[in-house]
């Protein structure tokens, strides 16, 4: 029983940096309905910020950590905000086909830059927040893991405050609704766009510096397997969909983390994309998407 | 381009050095110089950069100036096998060193092979890469024997009497060497209480590492590299595992130290050589490395590099031809070779009869624990 809860708490701080990365793939589908991969990328540079943050501000102090996390999904937002200003916007309009090339573009870009200016030696992540371990019995958490699912939770929270509660979140809602609608009642489509993709940025910036707080190897191709499985997450919660990229994304961490465990730990990736297929045949739009059929 | 390199492998290759008897000698590198395996190459090269600076500085062999060339296969499966082509059909080398990870040595050696073109691998320990055939040669032992080295450094010194395994399902080296001390260990009347596998690049182990804890061993036996090795010390002790963990010669790698921290503290691994070894070949190994490197201190794998590249050499020497039969005879006659990480004897498998040391990590620093001969 106490190695299913540890394997549960294991599973929920993995799948809660998932359901972060995730987020931003859904916002930037639900606004501009195409696959933003460059998104796994600016992950990876979150946790190459924090990196070299961590240089001049001092390790293992709670305002440091604070700080860098800050610095992080700062510095995540505007370089989401300029990939979009630079290769999406003029794109916008065009078959979406276009758009996803060039997403895929952005995203080798950033990778194979990523190993021309920070080497492709995986570097060794500082420990920004002090740690500490706690034991419950037999269970054990981690202060990196309390802090991922803390962290996680706060901005989930934040984003739904966001999108449901503010003007700006609003005007989202209405650009993903119909966006020529938007801009007739006035919505500026440019500046909704842009902050959606500085949002859901700096959301993988946190991410990248929680995963790097728990697994402190990085290097420049670290985004590509956990961009992957927080697209799955996104999809499996049905893609659009804010509370199910949550969802899919502790549902995945979690499920992985028990296939991991077990004796068929070859066959976790396997076996996390067969559950996708399986949800998908029954719910095509994913656990929490509703299905809607294209008007002509 | 790459249409080229495949024409060029159409053409019959003729080995013989006619064309270039009077240009410098070629010789070919390969190893990882970045990404996650890349402590190895880099080491590696570092010696072999040293035995070339020497032997130029001597004047050269047979008369004739020696040249490096070194290719980087980015720690990325595949890029050897592109590399082995690249040295036979474009650089025309003579021989080539390297070969850290076996998986590597795997696959480059077979065209190596096919091509007549003599190997040494500095690193690879996993048996079959020189199964491969009588031109693949090592300077290094074998796992079978590094794994009952490990299984009897458990069983005796750490008195373990439950281990755990966890392997890298993808990596040869780990799954070879996994099996040996699998059953040494059993055979020394030890228990194997779990086994547990991960991929190449793993990053979370909390999973596995879990199921272990439940299973109470006395030690962890991880089988793969560094990069792998570091974060499985730091979440055993995060998972609150307190007994010691330990790895082969894929541990050997300052980065173990720099990711792991405190948590790789009372670690052990098996490898080649100490750098504290009290050897003279050794001291004054160290003492050029340190003139050539900027006082940098070599591991084992560098000591390694440097003597195949001096094992070579003496082959060369030896055969006076840098003919590919001639010179491969030569290097399978090696015996007795003094090397700076000791004896090297060539045998009958092309395999180099060498002991091994143990090595635990001290107050953030490497020390030397004790010498297991064959």
């Known amino acids: 029983m106490s190695e299913f809860l540890q394997q549960l708490i294991n599973g929920l701080s993995l799948g809660a940096i998932y359901a972060l990365i995730a987020l931003g793939y859904t916002m930037v589908y639900g606004v501009l309905r195409f696959i933003n991969f460059a998104h796994s990328d600016v992950f990876m540079v979150g946790s190459f910020i924090g990196y070299y943050l961590g240089k001049i501000i001092p390790e293992n102090t709670v305002w440091g950590g604070l700080a860098i996390l800050l610095g992080a999904m700062l510095g995540c937002a505007l370089l989401g905000m300029l990939i979009e200003r630079l290769a999406y916007r003029r794109l916008r309009g065009g078959p979406t086909l276009n758009v996803l090339i060039t997403a895929i573009g952005v995203a080798l870009l950033l990778e194979y830059s990523g190993q021309v200016f920070f080497g492709a030696t995986p570097r060794t992540f500082p420990s920004v927040f002090p740690s500490a371990n706690f034991s419950f019995g037999s269970l054990v958490i981690s202060s990196n893991q309390i802090i991922v699912i803390v962290v996680a939770a706060l901005l989930m929270v934040a984003l739904q405050l966001i999108v449901y509660r503010t003007k700006i979140g609003t005007a989202m809602r209405a650009v993903s609704l119909n966006p020529k609608a938007a801009q007739l009642v006035g919505v500026n489509n440019d500046v909704v766009i842009s902050f959606t993709f500085g949002l859901g940025s700096a959301l993988a910036g946190a991410g990248g510096i929680l995963y790097a707080l728990n697994y402190p190897s990085i290097d420049p191709l670290m985004g590509v397997m956990p961009g992957l499985k927080a697209f799955v997450a996104a999809v499996l919660g049905g893609i659009g969909n804010i509370p199910g990229a949550a969802l899919g994304g502790l549902l995945l961490g979690t499920v992985e983390t028990f296939v991991n465990g077990s004796q068929w730990s070859t066959y976790k990736d396997a076996i996390a994309f067969a559950i996708l297929i399986i949800i998908l045949l029954f719910r095509p739009a994913g656990l929490l998407g509703k299905f809607t059929v294209e008007k002509v | ?374």
Not at chain 2, 7 to 17: D, Q
Not at chain 2, 146 to 152: I, N, P, R
């Open chain 2, 1 to 374: 381009m790459r249409l080229l390199l495949l024409l060029s492998l159409l053409l019959p290759l003729p080995f013989s050095a006619s064309a270039a008897d009077t240009g410098p000698i070629k010789i070919g590198q390969y190893g990882a110089f970045s990404g996650k395996e890349a402590a190895f190459g880099v080491a590696a090269r570092k010696g072999v950069i040293l035995a070339f600076d020497e032997a130029n500085a001597a004047g050269g062999l047979l008369g004739r100036k020696l040249e490096l060339i070194t290719e980087d296969n980015q720690s990325k499966a595949g890029e050897s096998a592109t590399i082995a082509k690249k040295f036979v059909s474009r650089d025309k080398v003579v021989a080539v060193l390297g070969g850290n990870p076996s998986i590597n040595s795997l696959e480059a050696a077979p065209i190596f092979q096919n091509a007549k073109l003599p190997m040494v691998a500095i690193s690879s320990t996993n048996p079959r890469v020189t199964e491969m055939g009588p031109y693949i040669f090592r300077v290094c032992f074998i796992d079978p024997f590094q794994g009952a080295v490990l299984a009897k450094f458990a069983k005796d010194t750490l008195h373990a009497k439950r281990a755990a395994i966890l392997t890298s399902v993808n990596n040869p080296y780990s799954v070879g060497i996994a099996k040996v001390f699998r059953e040494k260990f059993t055979a020394a009347g030890g228990e194997v209480v779990i086994e547990q596998k991960h991929s190449e690049g793993d990053k979370d182990f909390r999973a596995q590492l879990t199921a272990i804890k439940s299973a109470k061993p006395d030690v962890i036996f991880h089988s793969s590299n560094y990069t792998e090795g570091a974060l499985i010390c730091i979440q055993a002790r995060q998972l609150g595992f307190t007994g010691p963990l330990f790895g082969g010669d894929a541990w050997e790698a300052p980065q173990l130290i720099e990711i792991g921290g405190k948590a790789v503290e009372g670690t052990y691994y098996s490898t080649h050589a100490s750098p504290e070894s009290t050897a003279p070949e050794m001291r004054n190994f160290i003492k050029k490395f340190h003139g050539r490197w900027a006082g940098e201190n070599p591991d084992s794998i560098a000591a390694l590099g440097y003597d195949a590249a001096q094992l070579l050499f003496d082959a060369i020497r030896r055969a006076g031809t840098t003919d590919s039969a001639p010179l491969r005879d030569a290097i399978a006659t090696t015996s007795g070779f003094s090397g700076a990480t000791g004896k090297i004897t060539i045998d009958k498998d092309r395999n180099a009869t060498k002991s091994a040391v143990i090595i635990t990590v001290k107050d953030g620093k490497f020390a030397y624990v004790e010498t297991v001969d064959p």
